[in-house]
């Protein structure tokens, strides 16, 4: 019977087309789900950071903010504001050198420019959290080009560093737009020191990178 051998042969070509976009199926959203790539530079020796001055923007009369509660003190210039800002009231609360998050702000908070530091205390080991909010920022849809993770040494403690273009900033206490229009350069720096780690988010400018030049450890 003829006509049903060209069914036979039909159904047999159609099945096999089914079976090949399936096949095609399964590898597309495998490797949609593969892990993020972190390309972090993790040597055996890592490079030490020095906190180089730069001659050109003085920092001798600046106001200087001590925390004691986790032992480190920073620097920054007149015309900034310092404080733990609240975004959805608008509040920015004084300086008590006792918070675990403080950011230093030129002009205003939402001026769109400014240093955050944040004390992480998670069951994390540092290297996780770099890696962590390295693929937060690095992946984000707004996020132009962004660096390598880098491992470093400062101030003979472990750290983490990396930069990245964009105009969203996800930090391990808060996230959101900086800025409508503008794409800002960010830094990254990620300190481990007696258990406690260190986050700090800045402007990747001139007059940023010195306020990050004067922190420094009090213990």
Do not use: C
């Not at 003829?2 to 039909?10: M, V, Y």
């Not at 490079?47 to 001659?55: A, E, F, G, S, Y």
């Not at 273009?165 to 229009?181: C, F, N, P």
Request: cysteine-free.
């Amino acid at each position: 019977m003829p006509l049903a051998n060209n069914q036979k042969g039909f159904f047999a070509i159609l099945g096999l087309v089914v079976l090949l976009i399936a096949v095609a199926a399964i590898f597309y959203f495998g490797k949609q789900n593969d892990p993020v790539n972190v390309p972090a530079v993790m040597s055996s020796s890592a490079p030490v950071l020095t906190q180089n001055q730069n001659t050109e923007i003085d920092s001798a009369n600046w106001t200087v903010y001590k925390n004691n509660k986790y032992s480190y003190s920073i620097k920054y210039p007149a015309g900034f504001e310092a404080g733990y800002y609240y975004a959805v009231s608008g509040e920015l609360r004084e300086p008590t050198g006792m918070e675990n998050t403080i950011g230093f702000y030129e002009e205003n908070p939402t001026s769109g420019s400014f240093l955050d530091i944040q004390v992480l205390e998670f069951d994390k080991t540092l290297k996780e959290i770099a890696e962590d909010n390295y693929k937060e920022n690095t992946t984000h849809f707004l996020t132009k080009k962004f660096s390598d993770l880098e491992q470093l040494v400062i101030q003979d403690s472990p750290a983490y560093s990396y930069t990245f273009k964009s105009r969203a900033l996800d930090t391990y206490k808060w996230s959101g737009i900086v800025s409508e229009k503008n794409e800002y350069e960010f830094k990254v720096v990620f300190i481990e020191r007696s258990g406690i780690i260190y986050s700090i988010y800045f402007m990747n400018e001139d007059l940023f990178k010195k306020i990050f030049t004067t922190f420094a450890f009090t213990d």
